[in-house]
């Protein structure tokens, strides 16, 4: 018994009208926990009920503390019938249960009815006093810090990163079970929720228990899933990394510390002056290792048939380099060995964590879904997720890779047939972050390989390279061998240096397939898949090259299956990595050379793509340094430096030799040009001023503001034409995509400059109809099965999308600078908290500039709406000094929220960080399932109106229990699911929303010289127009 | 199969036609390159207006859900306002193109009309928070900064003027609001538009109404307007609680704002909360018991001797001061007898009502036909008033005084004055002439294309 949940209801407000005849409601509440269920009086005629309950108690075990989640509903009392619910409000409790998180819960939370959407709000308070248990074979894990954040966690350091962990619950779907023929839709919707809630709350114990076991104390990159699975049931499972955290004394902002304990092991040999080859080290020949899962599906192992990236080795080479590497290789492998998988979920890692990456590494399964039996043993799936994993890690052994970085996994399900993929980056770790690693090799491997470039050098041996690829000298320090290219699934690493700017690259592929049942389809699948895979690479090799630029990172590849098609959808971020070699030109080869006029038209291709990567290096500010003087002092051998000397006419070789490596047909490169040109004239009309990517922050970006913008946009197509030609549908794919960013642009031309950051493109194929159908005939007795759909529907969502607005370097023209200044008045106003500091003095100019500017703005506007003119308005313009404008609106500004405590301000962003704040303390894990259902859809204003109304809903619940944890930011946000399903004939819609992200407390970095807010304004104001004048 | 189709209107001044003729090229090239999977017809029909008609058809896939949600709402208020002038979303996406929106960011047709849905949607789902602005600002759904919530209240509950002119007076029920169509064509403005204002009007006086305490500052209380703006609504609500008449031929010659400047007089003269702030009753109604006393300032009339001091007194003031004095001097009496006549009526309902038109009638007409100046009407009525202190025998001061600061001051306002004077030279009812033609060609273009598709 060791915990005592204490919860108080305060009082209510807005609550939607229940009795029509007086136009007032009769509310009282219900506070359930487990199986305990707490009343509070019923307070009569009013939309502004005061409860002010006494304190409920609930003495419950933990393991129900974890589980469970606090159940608040509000209902309507009424006399002579059943009382009518309003909403309710689900808790979870989870961030009191750590005694760093928050210690109270308590603020005003949105009542939410899954058919109606929100109802009014309720304040109330929730404590925990728990009792520590130290039983060791406790089944709870409290205290166990959870975050979504895919990188240390700002305020903590690392002492120890002990690897990867995941669990994976099974249960069935509510709406599938025989009850939910008899039961309302609202009924069967809180049931499922509950549920969610109630299994992503065990999975989260479950993964502490497993944390505690291996000596952590928190998870990182933690990263659930819903596998909606149908009638086979409802997967939730989870990854993440295993560490042990330490909190940073606030203050000392030492971000790197520490890992040896022990720098003087038996293993820190000093570097020997042998060359020794590497024996253990060399990676086994890799076999493609075909998984058959139980209906002759096949998993691609891409690696094999797709050159990934381009690798090389240099372990003969470096002077000290390679008994070292050796070394490390020998002490990493044995100590990640030990553990099953040596996976991280990190993308972003402390400096020198990283030693090497070899490359992304992908696995992918086609599997065919049956009903769950036993939902306690979910060996199944287990076996499938580990048959995945196991082969994941053979391939980075194929790069010569002990660990894999940026790991996840997910899944995608039409009908029977699911997918199992999951990717990450095959990389040798610094030994000493590990457990094991305390056997640490505490050498200095950093003066082996510089960090700025040591990342790039090949893990693998030169000799025994998985596959083709060109190798040159690091364009760094010019001792290692790196790849020519470089494709990974992490963040940039910080330390990595970058020429010009990065961009955000896609490839869009839609292939046809017959529709059909069961194996047969999912044999078609898997069939397709490498090919798909292949093609995809094809796209974002050319497009890399085309933006000149040689490394890709986020890579995020994501496959979607239809009823008759499979979408493909990679995204990633280009950049230019000094270490790597000058990307090659793109060279169109024609079949037919003896035909004139195609000659002709193959040569004015080829000139178009040689403007464009001339006109893309001045857009992305690409100005490789020519190195190539420099060289002939240093220790190349002759035939590297002849290598280096031709990297100007280069191209035409590379070109041929891709050609030569994609075996290409002419119609394939016909094609491939058409994708390239229109995705060059798309990005040449791009408004200057945007730029957009989708890791966390912009490579080569470092002004950023504290305007942020968080924004989900989701759509949905439908295709009329039945009978579309591959081609046909990846045209309209590209060109749904390429609108999609338009139209983003559109909308945020106001932010100009501005940077989409960690953009996330989620597609998805549903058949409309059979789900639809599935989903209603409970509640309709016609047994009009099945529709068959007409029209496919592609469903083109885009979520979790940042937007950050930034300064262009302080070295742009005036006019850039002009823009600049507005966008910064914008934040700051928006903010009401003058953010520049003093420092950066010509942008801070402008921006006090401009925010008077914007107040004479603000005045005219004011000015517009005044017809008779008053004397405070009058006379302030007349003097033409912001002062007297800037008192009138703070005084209207406090006019207008006359309502006791204004609502907190909640800001939600995809990225781990706030820039230019400082997070102070992380308050808990936010995981939040919502469904919404409607029965009359046309009247709230159809699918879009719906969709909105609750994307919207969903925000402000995450902004209210972040609010109520004391919280005033959301990091990591992502939106991890959005199904959503229609049927318009009969009115109906119901979507699902699955968000997370990390509730934190932030503070502004200008905050931290203590200067009393509320002077501030008008300081700023005077110094403004000090400046203006 | 669906149609679309999309009117660009070049402006028709001739300096602009340059500019935007270019433009359409450019939204043609536009049009044709960047839209993918649709054919484009060109058309230009009625010659005469210049005008380019692009169709644009065959949509091979459509859009059948199109959201885009921020964590802090945004709002375009260039959007909102034409959303709040009651446009369609293609009529308000014609709108933004004329004004050059796809200029920006190159943006296409396609992506103005999703832009546009999006706002329109959000201003709909937000619209329900406006009608109780106090809500606003402690509603969780949406996180608008402090200062968009202003201006959005602000620009949601200003009027147009010329709207406002119409239902002034009327009393704000649901008869009123079926002939909002009639209005809506006598002005120019939307139907919905004038909705919108006519639900506002209604709901700041169903809130107001019964409230104690001075109207502007529960107006601005509950409603967080601007301090104008809460005083254009406390002249609406007292126009329609004490329903005055302005709606014939006669008064048509005066604006809104002049009926506004009257009850702004009306309420700080005329009404309970005038004479004592602390009083439990309201701005609203006006006082009963001081109408009542205005019956004993018949006495100004009955009496001859009374009447015959009064002109005396002020025949002295005014001799030498004004040019229409002869003119005055006989008509005297008839003055001074319309004026107290008038404010002996005020005890019925009906006369309270028609107390501007009597006005108008009685006395500022047969100035008018004396072609008195607006200067001359306000000297001649300040000796009137104050001359009336100096006789002897007449005790109803306080009474006249409040009486007399209404009348005087509606003659003095720089409003009327203006009025005085267009009065001579438009047309009775001079708000029509607002109506905007190239709304109407615009509508007529419409219809002309729906018959021909």
């Known amino acids: 018994m060791p915990g005592k949940l204490k919860a108080k209801i305060v009082a209510g407000r807005h609550l939607p009208v229940m009795d029509r005849a007086s136009d007032l409601t009769d509310a009282f509440v219900e506070v359930k926990f487990g199986n305990t269920t707490f009343k509070t009086d019923v307070y009569p005629k009013s939309l502004n009920p005061q409860w002010n309950s006494e304190w409920f108690k609930f003495e419950v075990d933990d393991e129900d503390l974890q589980d469970e989640p606090l159940q608040i509903t509000v209902l309507d009392h009424d006399t002579y019938s059943a009382n009518d619910a309003i909403g309710k409000v689900y808790i979870d409790i989870d961030p009191l249960l750590s005694s760093e998180a928050a210690t109270v819960i308590s603020g005003w939370f949105p009542i939410y009815d899954t058919i109606h959407g929100i109802r009014g709000e309720i304040n109330v308070l929730v404590k925990v006093d728990l009792f520590n248990d130290l039983n060791r074979f406790r089944q709870s894990s409290c205290g166990v810090k959870f975050f979504c954040t895919t990188s240390i966690p700002r305020c903590y350091r690392a002492a120890l990163v002990h690897g990867f962990v995941e669990e994976l619950v099974v249960n069935e779907d509510p709406e599938y079970q025989w009850i939910d023929r008899i039961r309302t839709p609202r009924a069967s919707n809180e049931a499922r929720q509950r549920l969610i809630s109630l299994m992503s709350g065990e999975l989260q114990r479950k993964i502490g228990l497993k944390v505690l076991e291996m000596g952590g104390n928190a998870v990182v990159g933690y990263l659930q899933c819903f596998d909606l699975e149908g009638e086979s049931g409802l997967v939730v499972r989870a990854i993440g990394t ?144 580990e048959e995945i994993r196991q082969e994941i890690k053979s391939h980075a052994k194929a790069l010569g890779c002990h660990a894999v970085v940026g790991y996840s996994e997910s899944t995608t399900i039409c009908e029977e047939v699911c997918i199992l993929s999951a990717s990450g980056t095959a990389a040798m770790l610094n030994p000493r972050f590990m457990r094991e690693g305390s056997v640490c090799v505490y050498s200095r491997f950093d003066d082996a390989s510089p960090p700025s470039c040591g990342f790039c050098h090949i893990p693998y041996d030169e000799f025994n390279m998985p596959f083709p690829a060109q190798l040159t000298y690091c364009y760094h320090c010019r001792r290692q061998k790196v790849p020519d290219v470089l494709f990974t699934t992490i963040d940039l690493p910080a330390e990595a240096a970058v020429t010009g700017k990065g961009c955000l690259i896609q490839a869009r592929l839609c292939r046809t397939k017959k529709k059909a049942q069961g194996e047969v389809n999912a044999t078609a699948i898997s069939n397709l898949l490498p090919f798909m895979e292949y093609e995809l690479h094809t796209q974002l090799m050319n497009k890399l090259k085309l933006r000149c630029m040689n490394a890709l990172f986020g890579l995020r590849i994501q496959i979607s299956v239809g009823e008759n098609m499979l979408l493909g959808l990679a995204s990633a971020t280009g950049v230019y990595l000094s270490a790597l070699p000058a990307p090659g030109g793109i060279q169109i080869a024609g079949k037919t050379p003896s035909d004139l006029s195609y000659d002709q038209h193959i040569s004015t291709m080829q000139k178009r793509i040689n403007d464009t990567i001339a006109m893309n290096k001045e857009l992305y500010n690409i100005h490789p340094p020519e190195c190539i003087e420099e060289v002939v002092g240093s220790p190349i051998p002759d035939r590297q430096r002849s290598r280096l000397f031709r990297s100007t006419s280069e191209s035409s070789d590379e070109l041929s030799e891709l050609d030569l490596s994609h075996g290409k047909k002419d119609a394939f490169v016909l094609e491939v040009c058409y994708a390239l040109l229109r995705c060059l004239s798309i990005y040449l009309s791009l408004s200057p001023g945007f730029y957009s990517c989708n890791t966390e922050v912009m490579p080569g970006i470092y002004n950023w503001t504290s305007g942020l913008q968080m924004f989900t946009s989701v759509r949905v197509y439908r295709l009329n034409n039945a009978n579309l030609t591959n081609q046909g549908l990846n045209k309209i794919f590209t060109d749904l995509c390429e609108n999609l960013l338009k139209s983003l642009y559109f909308k945020l031309r106001s932010m100009i400059p501005c940077c989409l950051c960690h953009l996330n493109f989620t597609v998805a194929v549903p058949e409309e109809e059979l789900i639809q159908v599935r989903r209603h005939t409970p509640k309709n007795t016609s047994p009009i099965l099945f529709i068959f759909p007409i029209n496919i529907l592609v469903r083109v969502k885009e979520i979790k999308l940042c937007v950050f607005v930034c300064f262009p370097g302080s070295g742009e023209n005036e006019e850039q600078l002009q823009f600049s200044m507005e966008l910064c008045g914008e934040s700051t106003s928006s903010n009401n908290q003058p953010t520049a500091k003093p420092s950066v003095s010509s942008v801070d100019y402008g921006s006090f500039a401009d925010r008077c500017s914007t107040w004479l703005e603000l005045l005219r506007l004011k000015a517009h709406t005044i017809r008779r003119g008053s004397v405070k308005t009058t006379s302030s313009s007349e003097r033409c000094s912001p002062l007297p404008e800037v008192r009138s609106r703070s ?129 700023t104001s005077t110094t403004g127009a000090d400046g203006t004048t | 199969m669906q149609i679309r189709y999309a009117v660009f209107t070049p402006i028709l001044c001739r300096t602009q036609r340059f500019n935007c003729a270019i433009n359409n090229t450019r939204l043609q090239m536009l049009f044709t390159q960047t839209v993918p999977g649709a054919i484009y017809l060109l058309a230009t029909v009625s010659p005469r207006l210049d005008r380019y008609i692009t169709l644009v058809k065959a949509y091979k896939m459509s859009m059948e859900l199109d959201v885009f949600v921020g964590n802090t709402t945004i709002m375009d208020m260039e959007v909102y306002q034409l959303w709040l002038d009651g446009l369609t979303v293609s009529d308000a996406v014609k709108v933004r193109m004329d004004e050059g929106a796809l200029l920006e960011c190159e943006a296409n047709p396609e992506v103005l009309t999703s832009d546009t849905m999006d706002q329109f949607r959000t201003f709909q789902m937000c619209e329900r928070l406006l009608h109780s602005p106090t809500k606003l600002g402690s509603q969780l759904l949406y996180q608008i900064p402090a200062q968009n919530q202003i201006i959005l209240i602000e620009r949601y509950y200003e009027f147009d003027s010329v709207f406002a002119r119409e239902v002034l007076g009327k009393k704000l029920s649901k008869g009123t609001k079926k002939d909002l169509d009639d209005i809506s064509c006598k002005t120019g403005i939307t139907l919905k538009s004038c909705r919108r204002q006519f639900d506002n009007f209604k709901r700041v006086f169903k809130v107001v109404e019964e409230l104690k305490g001075p109207l502007v500052e529960n107006i601005q209380r509950h409603f967080l307007l601007s301090d104008t703006l809460a005083r254009d609504y406390a002249a609406i609500v007292f126009f329609a609680n004490s329903r005055f008449e302005t709606g014939k031929r006669k008064l048509q010659y005066l604006s809104f704002q002049d009926f506004a400047f009257c009850a702004g007089q009306l309420i700080s003269y005329w009404t309970i909360g005038a004479m004592d702030s602390m009083m439990e009753d309201m701005d609203v109604d006006l006082e009963k018991e001081f109408l009542n006393e205005l019956k004993d300032l018949k006495v100004l009339v009955n009496d001859k001797d009374m009447m015959d001091q009064h002109k005396i007194l002020v025949c002295a003031a005014l001799r030498g001061k004004i040019k229409v004095y002869k003119l005055m001097e006989v008509n005297f009496k008839n003055l001074s007898r319309a004026l107290v006549n008038l404010a002996s009526k005020l005890t019925h309902t009906k006369d309270v009502r028609d107390l501007f038109i009597d006005l108008v009638e009685k006395f500022i007409e047969p100035c008018r036909y004396d072609r008195w100046t607006v200067a001359e009407i306000t000297l001649f009525l300040t000796h009137y008033t104050n001359a009336a202190h100096c006789l002897g025998t007449f005790r109803h001061q306080m009474i006249w005084d409040r009486y007399m600061g209404v009348i005087k001051s509606s003659q003095c306002s720089p409003l009327l004055h203006l009025s005085l004077i267009k009065v001579n030279y438009l047309s009775p009812t001079p708000s029509i002439s607002s109506v905007s033609p190239p709304v109407n060609i615009l509508n007529e273009l419409n219809t002309f294309l729906i018959c021909k598709l």
């Open chain 1, 242 to 385: 295993a560490c042990t955290l330490d909190k940073l004394i606030p203050g000392s902002e030492i971000k790197e510390p520490v890992f040896s304990e022990d720098p003087t092991h038996p293993l820190s040999v000093p570097p020997t002056p042998l060359r020794t080859l590497p024996s253990s080290s060399s990676p086994p020949p890799f076999s493609p290792s075909k998984l058959c899962s139980r209906q002759s599906s096949s998993s691609d192992t891409d690696l094999s048939l797709t050159p990934k990236m381009g690798m090389g080795s240099g372990i003969s080479v470096g002077k000290e380099a390679g008994p070292l590497k050796t070394l490390l290789r020998q002490q990493a492998q044995s100590a990640l060995e030990q553990r099953e998988f040596p996976f991280f979920t990190l993308t972003c890692f402390p400096p020198g964590f990283l030693v090497h990456i070899g490359g992304v590494v992908s696995a992918r399964s086609v599997k065919l879904l049956d009903r769950i039996h036993n939902p306690d043993e979910p060996e199944t799936r287990d076996a499938w997720w």
């Open chain 1, 891 to 1019: 005084l209207r500004s406090t006019r207008s929220l006359p309502c006791g405590a204004p609502v907190t301000v909640v800001k939600m962003t995809p990225l781990s960080f706030l820039p230019r704040t400082r997070i102070v303390k992380y308050l808990g894990i936010i995981n939040m399932f919502f469904i919404r259902e409607t029965t009359s859809l046309r009247e709230e204003g159809g699918v879009s109106g719906f969709l909105h109304s609750f994307i919207a809903e969903v925000f402000a619940m995450v902004r209210a229990h972040v609010a109520a944890l004391g919280g005033n930011a959301v990091v990591s946000y992502s939106m991890k699911e959005c199904v959503f399903m229609e049927n318009p004939n009969k009115n109906q819609a119901q979507c699902l929303i699955n968000v997370s992200g990390d509730a934190v407390i932030f503070v502004r970095e200008s905050d931290q010289e203590a200067i009393p807010p509320l002077i501030t304004c008008g300081q």
